[in-house]
């Protein structure tokens, strides 16, 4: 199956399988923004909130080994091109944060711009596989 000839709902169905927020000892992607030359770690968040408690603890397990990844170096050895770059860490979400999930983001946001690096957050719904046809 040639992935690129893939619809963009079977594509994100496919992304959201090999990223997920319960791998928290993988970084999802790593990119260079075009424009800004900032290495963007982003993570993929495509779990619900129905369990908010256990969203919580896997989002700050897998944001701390995001920052463990850029603070010890070893993205500079397994991402060469990010040598002398700024930071940013990004999280696509498929569902909206609950009122504490976004109080939460707040003190990461915080925290995160405080040791230097850039945060941002996004809601894509899009993530999702469409049933309809």
């Not at 928290?24 to 992607?29: A, G, L, M, P």
């Not at 397994?78 to 940013?88: E, F, H, P």
């Not at 696509?92 to 976004?102: I, R």
């Not at 109080?103 to 850039?118: P, Q």
Request: glycine share 6%; net charge negative; charged share 25%.
């Amino acid at each position: 199956m040639d992935i690129n000839k893939c619809s963009a709902p079977i594509t994100a169905f496919i992304i959201t399988l090999l990223m997920s927020l319960e791998k928290t000892n993988v970084i999802d992607f790593v990119s260079i923004g075009k424009i800004t030359g900032v290495v963007n770690l982003t993570l993929v968040d495509p779990l619900d909130w129905n369990d908010e408690g256990r969203h919580l603890v896997l989002l700050q397990d897998k944001i701390n080994a995001y920052i463990r990844f850029i603070e010890s170096g070893e993205i500079l050895k397994s991402y060469s091109a990010s040598v002398g770059r700024k930071y940013s860490i990004n999280i696509v979400a498929q569902y909206e944060p609950t009122k504490e999930g976004f109080k939460f983001l707040s003190l990461v946001r915080n925290s995160i711009e405080s040791a230097g690096f850039g945060f941002k957050f996004e809601l894509r719904p899009d993530l999702a596989v469409s049933d309809e046809d």
